[in-house]
T-cell receptor, first 109, second 114 residues
Framework: DAKTTQPNSMESNEEEPVHLPCNHSTISGTDYIHWYRQLPSQGPEYVIHGLTSNVNNRMASLAIAEDRKSSTLILHRATLRDAAVYYCILKVTGNQFYFGTGTSLTVIP | SQTIHQWPATLVQPVGSPLSLECTVEGTSNPNLYWYRQAAGRGLQLLFYSVGIGQISSEVPQNLSASRPQDRQFILSSKKLLLSDSGFYLC?????????????FGEGSWLTVV
């Protein structure tokens, strides 16, 4: 399965934007970039996904590099409820979803 | 709308005892179904996935097994639990729409083997 690399942890002040990076240098042309987040003691929840173009939804924005070897999840204004582990995964054709260890985001009041 | 439920939410089992975790999905047909495990402080490990009744793919060798007796029911079992089986078990589903589809998780089951 294609690999992603994320920082183990990040901190952000409340009300400020957060940029969570992800490297996926071995991405192939048909791989989708997905982001999920996991709140404590819960299952992961879908945040956003994209293929080539930048994507926006009510939760976040996804900025994809032109060569697609990296992407950034952008939370425009961090709240305490955004404290979670954020997973960047590559979804290849097929049925499997492989999650790494993600980035643990701490939001400081 | 689609919903996913798994149970029990928590259980404490002695080493060597059997295990059965159940998961059901409502509001969709022929979903892909998954079992994941998350050890304390670790990432999510895909254990099994299923694309249809009776079709199970195992991702890692272990003393766990999975079964799919009905379209929207997925069961995780063990005949004899080990201490290393402790963890947070998550059932999930997706629809088969290729690489753009998303996955949805249940509430999770905390298993402690003592």
């Amino acid at each position: 399965d294609a690999k992603t690399t994320q920082p183990n942890s990040m901190e952000s002040n409340e009300e400020e934007p957060v940029h969570l990076p992800c490297n996926h240098s071995t991405i192939s042309g048909t791989d989708y970039i997905h982001w999920y987040r996991q709140l404590p003691s819960q299952g992961p929840e879908y945040v956003i996904h994209g293929l080539t173009s930048n994507v926006n939804n009510r939760m976040a924005s996804l900025a994809i590099a032109e060569d697609r070897k990296s992407s950034t999840l952008i939370l425009h204004r961090a709240t305490l409820r955004d404290a979670a582990v954020y997973y960047c995964i590559l979804k290849v054709t097929g049925n499997q979803f492989y999650f790494g260890t993600g980035t643990s985001l701490t939001v400081i009041p | 709308s689609q919903t996913i439920h798994q149970w029990p939410a928590t259980l404490v089992q002695p080493v060597g005892s059997p295990l059965s975790l159940e998961c059901t999905v409502e509001g969709t047909s022929n979903p892909n179904l998954y079992w994941y495990r998350q050890a304390a402080g670790r990432g999510l490990q895909l254990l099994f996935y299923s694309v249809g009744i009776g079709q199970i793919s195992s991702e890692v060798p272990q003393n766990l097994s999975a079964s799919r007796p009905q379209d929207r029911q997925f069961i995780l079992s063990s005949k004899k639990l080990l201490l290393s089986d402790s963890g947070f078990y998550l059932c999930a589903w997706s629809v088969n729409l290729g690489a753009g589809n998303t996955i949805y998780f249940g509430e999770g089951s905390w298993l402690t083997v003592v």
